[in-house]
Nanobody, 123 residues
């Protein structure tokens, strides 16, 4: 069983900063992509940022230049530094691990989600 545990959400004022962290634990051989998604009330879940084990990074256009994703492949951790936060960044942020291989189960790739952490930006 693999679990993703997030931390770092909270309440911040417009223009402020927050840092989210996520650690994947359990029986893990490798994780191809780790990243962050968010879901605001009444909206669909959307990609915020993702980083592959090769170092490829993809950001949502709305966060480019403000958010920075970092990842430690050996420790199975991913973080998201969020600067210049705006009220429209308010959402529940979810950590995601995709194309996960579990030792002994080489024929299947798994995807896992964290429980979500609330980020609220006040104007």
């Amino acid at each position: 069983q693999v679990q993703l545990v997030e931390s770092g959400g909270g309440l911040v004022q417009d223009g402020g900063s927050l840092r989210l962290s996520c650690t994947a634990s359990g029986s893990i051989y490798s994780i191809y992509a780790m990243g962050w998604y968010r879901q605001a009330p009444g909206k669909e879940r959307e990609l915020v940022a993702v980083k592959t084990s090769r170092g490829d990074v993809n950001y949502a256009d709305s966060v480019k230049g403000r958010f920075t994703i970092a990842r430690d492949n050996t420790k199975h951790t991913v973080s998201l530094q969020m600067n210049s936060l705006k009220p429209e960044d308010t959402a529940v942020y979810y950590c995601n691990a995709d194309r996960v291989y579990i030792p002994g189960i080489w024929s299947k790739e798994y995807e896992f989600w964290g429980q979500g952490t609330q980020v609220t930006v006040s104007s």
